[in-house]
């Protein structure tokens, strides 16, 4: 694996292994709940909006399983 890539995932596990990221996931989480409720939704911009801020919401959810996926493919490959 190259020093540059090696360093990313490196930073990257850091991060996800601090209080801090505990935090927030713990707050995005609770944020879902609430943009899922699409009972409010009172037209479809407003459905289409919802809908993006649960996919960016799921993606941070999501990324710490993906980057460990992605970095044990890539050791395998190298």
Same mark, same amino acid.
């Given at each position: 694996?190259?020093?540059?890539?090696?360093?990313?995932?490196?930073?990257?596990?850091?991060?996800?292994?601090?209080?801090?990221?505990?935090?927030?996931?713990?707050?995005?989480?609770?944020?879902?709940?609430?943009?899922?409720?699409?009972?409010?939704?009172?037209?479809?911009?407003?459905?289409?909006?919802?809908?993006?801020?649960?996919?960016?919401?799921?993606?941070? #959810?999501? #990324?710490?399983?993906?980057?460990?996926?992605?970095?044990?493919?890539?050791?395998?490959?190298?």
């Amino acid at each position: 694996m190259e020093k540059d890539l090696e360093k990313y995932y490196d930073n990257r596990f850091a991060m996800m292994a601090s209080e801090g990221w505990k935090q927030l996931t713990e707050d995005i989480e609770i944020m879902r709940l609430t943009y899922a409720d699409i009972v409010t939704i009172s037209s479809n911009e407003e459905l289409q909006y919802r809908k993006g801020q649960l996919d960016i919401i799921d993606w941070i #959810l999501s #990324l710490k399983s993906i980057s460990e996926a992605t970095y044990e493919e890539i050791k395998q490959d190298g």
